[in-house]
Every structure is written in structure tokens, then in C-alpha cells.
């Protein structure tokens, strides 16, 4: 039986009050992560950003946005690695459609 392969994007926030190189540290670490368990089709980095709304008294984050491409079971621990990480305020992981 063939494997089952999914579309994904996950976006991250990191707190961007870190030092630049923490933070470039970071997001090549969850690159790193999502290319070793599938594949990764674009990176995009929007940088720093005002949020919607303060979390945790802070007002700006680094995002970055990651469309890959794995298997079903990948994204739930790429969930639980991001909210075990410090530094990161925020993510999501939606599977695109077909």
C-alpha cells in the first residue's frame, strides 16, 4: 500500500524581542525538522510584524510561513515541538487541500 502523503503550511511567531541570530537559529531549526520528516516546497519569511493583538504584553513578532508536504502523523509533533520551544508565541498547521 502506497504512503499517504499530505499538503501542508504552518505558520510560526517567534518572539522577536530575541537576539537575530536566536531567531535565525530558530526558524532554520523548524526547517530543518519539517525537511528530515517531508518536504518542504517554499519558505517565506515575512519577518517582524505588528499582531492582531498583545500576547504576553508584546505587540511584534517574527513570522514565518512553511508549505511542506508529509505524512498525517508529522504535523501533530511538529505542533508539540513548537509549544515545547521557547520562543515561540504562536503557530498553526492546516492541511491544504489537493
Known amino acids: 500500500m502506497a504512503e499517504i502523503i499530505n499538503k501542508y503550511e504552518t505558520i510560526f511567531v517567534l518572539d522577536s524581542a530575541l ?11 523548524f ?32 513570522y514565518v ?3 511542506f508536504a508529509s505524512n498525517p502523523e508529522f504535523p501533530k509533533e511538529l505542533e508539540r515541538i513548537y509549544g515545547i520551544t521557547d520562543g515561540v508565541m504562536r503557530s498553526i498547521t492546516i492541511r491544504k487541500e489537493a
Request: proline letters at 2%; a negative charge.
Open 19 to 29: 537576539e537575530e541570530e536566536k531567531i535565525t537559529a530558530l526558524s532554520e531549526k
Open 65 to 67: 510561513l512553511v508549505n
Open 31 to 62: 526547517q530543518k525538522l519539517i525537511a528530515d520528516n517531508g518536504t518542504v516546497e517554499s519558505v517565506d519569511v515575512w519577518g517582524k510584524r505588528k499582531l492582531a493583538y498583545p500576547i504576553d504584553f508584546k505587540t511584534e513578532g517574527y
